[in-house]
C-alpha cells in the first residue's frame, strides 16, 4: 500500500494546484499568490526604455485594438464569460448560438448567458481561427520610425518611435492561463502557457541565458507542470518541474522569489514521487527544498515567510523519514520545525501569516504526539 502524507494534503496554499501565477518568477505560479499585478515588471522595462528617450524623440506605446492588455482585467469579443480568458475551444450552444469555451459550457444545462436549454454543442472552428489568429499576432506589432511619414516627421522636428508591445507578450499570455486555471479550464491554461514558454526559448535561442530569460522560463515551466498534474498527467508534471528547477538553479540565490519558486517546484517533484511510494527519491527533492530554503534565511532571517517555509520543508522531510523507518530522524526534524514556528515573532503587519503558523505548528505536534509501534517488545 503506498504511504499517504498527511502533511502534503496540508501544505501553505502556495503549494496546492487550487490556485492558479506568471511567467516572470516576479509574479505568481498557478498556485500561488502575490501582491504583484502582471505585467508589472514588463510596464517597468517600458518605463525605463522610455525615459531613455531624450528631446528630440518620444516613444508611443502601441494599443491592443481590441482592448486586451497585461495590465487591466479585461473581457473581449475573444472571452468566454465563464472563465473569462480566451476562448479555447470555442463551442457554440444549440439553439441561442451563444458561445463559451467547450470545458466551460459542458459543466451547464442552460445557457449561462440566455438561460434557453442546450440541445446541444457544436464546434465554432471559424471563431477559435480567429482567436488562435489574434493570439499569435497579439503584442507583436511593431512600428519603426522610418515608417512614419517623413514630411509630418520633419513638421513636428521629432523622433516618434513605437514601443515593441512583444515585452508585453508574455504577461498577457500568463494572465489569460490564470483566468483559465482558475476557472479549472486547465487545457486552456496549458495551451497559453506553451505559447509564453516557446517565446521565452525562441529569445533564449537568439540572447543566451540570462538571468531574466532563465527566471521567466522557470516560472513558466513551473506553472505548466501545475497544469499536467492537475490533470493528473504526473510524468509530464514532474519533467516540467524538473526543468523548472534546472533554469532556476542557474541563477543567483539572492532574491527571495526566485528561491522560492525553485523550492516550490522541488517540493511538487517531492509531492508527486512520494504519492507514487518513491519514498527515497521523494525525500532526496524535499531535502535539496529545505536546503534552498535553509540558504535563504540565512540572508534574509528577519523575512518570516521564509522560517515558515523552511518548517514547512522541515516537517516534510521528517514525514518521509517516518515512512522509511527512521523514527529517530523524524522526531529531530518535527522538533526543530516546532522549535522554528514556536520562537517566530510575527510583525503587526504580517497578521495573515499566523492562521498558516498555527496550522502548521498544530500538524507538526501532531506528528511529535503519535506514537510509532515499538518493535523491541
Do not use: W
Amino acid at each position: 500500500m503506498k504511504p499517504v502524507c498527511p502533511f502534503v494534503k496540508a501544505a501553505r496554499p502556495d503549494e496546492m494546484t487550487s490556485k492558479p501565477v506568471c511567467p516572470f518568477v516576479k509574479y505568481t505560479r498557478p498556485d500561488e499568490t502575490n501582491s504583484k499585478k502582471p505585467g508589472e515588471n514588463l510596464c517597468k522595462h517600458q518605463q525605463e526604455t522610455e525615459s531613455k528617450t531624450t528631446g528630440d524623440s518620444a516613444t508611443v506605446p502601441p494599443k491592443c485594438p481590441f482592448g486586451y492588455d497585461s495590465e487591466t482585467f479585461k473581457l473581449g469579443p475573444f472571452s468566454c464569460i465563464i472563465c473569462q480568458a480566451l476562448l479555447f475551444e470555442s463551442s457554440k450552444c444549440v439553439p441561442c448560438s451563444h458561445v463559451y469555451c467547450k470545458a466551460c459550457i459542458l459543466r451547464f444545462k442552460d445557457c449561462p448567458i440566455c438561460g434557453a436549454d442546450i440541445e446541444k454543442i457544436e464546434a465554432d472552428s471559424k471563431l477559435q481561427d480567429m482567436v488562435d489568429r489574434f493570439i499569435e499576432g497579439h503584442a507583436r506589432i511593431k512600428r519603426s520610425h522610418s515608417n512614419i511619414d517623413k514630411e509630418e516627421e520633419v513638421r513636428e522636428k521629432k523622433q516618434v518611435i513605437y514601443a515593441d508591445v512583444s515585452l508585453e507578450r508574455g504577461a498577457f499570455l500568463v494572465q489569460q492561463a490564470m483566468r483559465a486555471f482558475r476557472a479549472q479550464n486547465v487545457e486552456s491554461a496549458k495551451s497559453r502557457l506553451s505559447l509564453c514558454a516557446e517565446d521565452i526559448r525562441e529569445q533564449l535561442e537568439r540572447m543566451g541565458n540570462t538571468s531574466d530569460l532563465c527566471s521567466q522560463l522557470g516560472a513558466v515551466l513551473g506553472m505548466l507542470g501545475d497544469c499536467c498534474r492537475a490533470l493528473g498527467e504526473a510524468g509530464s508534471a514532474v519533467t516540467y518541474f524538473e526543468e523548472s528547477v534546472e533554469f532556476l538553479s542557474k541563477l543567483p540565490m539572492d532574491d527571495l522569489e526566485i528561491t522560492h519558486t525553485l523550492s516550490v517546484s522541488l517540493n511538487k517533484i517531492g509531492d508527486l514521487k512520494y504519492y507514487d511510494g518513491e519514498l527515497q527519491a521523494a525525500r532526496c527533492y524535499y531535502f535539496r527544498s529545505l536546503n534552498v530554503r535553509r540558504d535563504a534565511i540565512k540572508h534574509h532571517s528577519d523575512v518570516s515567510s521564509q522560517i515558515l517555509d523552511v518548517a514547512v520543508s522541515l516537517a516534510k522531510v521528517a514525514d518521509v523519514d517516518r515512512s522509511l523507518g527512521n523514527e529517530d530522524v523524524a522526531v529531530d526534524g518535527f522538533r526543530e520545525a516546532v522549535k522554528l514556528l514556536e520562537s517566530l515573532e510575527l510583525k503587526s503587519e504580517e497578521t495573515g501569516l499566523e492562521q498558516r503558523r498555527l496550522s502548521v505548528l498544530e500538524f507538526l505536534k501532531s506528528q511529535l504526539a503519535e506514537k510509532q509501534p515499538d518493535t523491541t517488545q
